[in-house]
């Protein structure tokens, strides 16, 4: 079956702009997560969804990031006004229960 | 600040050798988990230890955990050029928070033919 998708695969934006992520996770998961790889480093914890409610958003950097999960299915993570240091792959799961299980292929963002 | 830590951070090895990375952790553990990542592509899960587990094995992969030492094991044999790729260890604390993954920088292991 169809796994978790990301898109866009690539993004590339000036130093200033707004970005929007898009996670499409596998039908039936409640649970989603977004996760941020950046070079060099390991993975680090962004977002926690189950639903459409965020319990945890205890890992967003900054005031800049934001992330909506509707219909228990679509996330967008959102990044206001990005910084060099934005750039990373933000990488997005989805699990019916427990830790992520399935992610995605990632969206590589570069902020120029 | 990283929980995981594996070690090495690069392996190189030859097609039908065993390749083995360690991962140690800081503090007290419900799971640890290992993961792949091959270049530019997600995360791929491979297998989960419990920590009242000591070893575990799924085909040609055989991971331990030793919660004394706060360290785990992968162990992949026979290897293939096809295992080339980046393994994490991950560890949640479990207690309601068993999503908030903590991981490790990786060991890219490369396999040559």
């Known amino acids: 079956g169809a796994g978790v998708s990301q898109s866009p695969s690539n993004k590339v934006t000036e130093k200033g702009k707004d970005v929007e992520l898009r996670c499409d996770p596998i039908?039936?998961?409640?649970?989603l997560y977004w996760y941020r790889q950046s070079l060099g480093q390991g993975l680090e914890f962004l977002i926690y969804?189950?639903?459409?409610?965020?319990?945890?958003k205890s890992g967003l950097p900054s005031d800049r990031f934001s992330a909506e999960r509707t219909g228990g299915s679509v996330s967008t993570l959102t990044i206001q006004r990005t910084q060099q240091e934005d750039s990373a792959v933000y990488l997005c799961?989805?699990?019916?229960?427990?830790?992520?299980?399935?992610f995605g292929p990632g969206t590589r963002l570069l902020v120029l | 600040s990283q929980q995981g830590e594996e070690d090495p951070q690069a392996l190189s090895i030859q097609e039908g050798e065993n390749a083995t990375m360690n991962c140690s952790y800081k503090t007290s553990i419900n799971n640890l988990q290992w993961y792949r990542q091959n270049s530019g592509r997600g995360l791929v899960h491979l297998i989960l230890?419990?920590?009242?587990?000591r070893e575990k094995h799924s085909g040609r992969l055989r991971v331990t955990l030793d919660t004394s030492k706060k360290s785990s094991s992968l162990l992949i044999t026979a290897s293939r050029a096809a295992d080339t790729a980046s393994y994490f260890c991950a560890t949640d604390a479990g207690g309601g928070s068993n999503y908030k993954l903590t991981f490790g920088k990786g060991t890219l292991l490369t396999v040559n033919p």
């Open positions: 230890i419990r920590s009242n587990e």
């Open positions: 799961a989805s699990s019916q229960t427990g830790a992520p299980s399935n």
């Open positions: 969804f189950q639903g459409n409610s965020a319990p945890d």
């Open positions: 039908s039936g998961h409640t649970a």
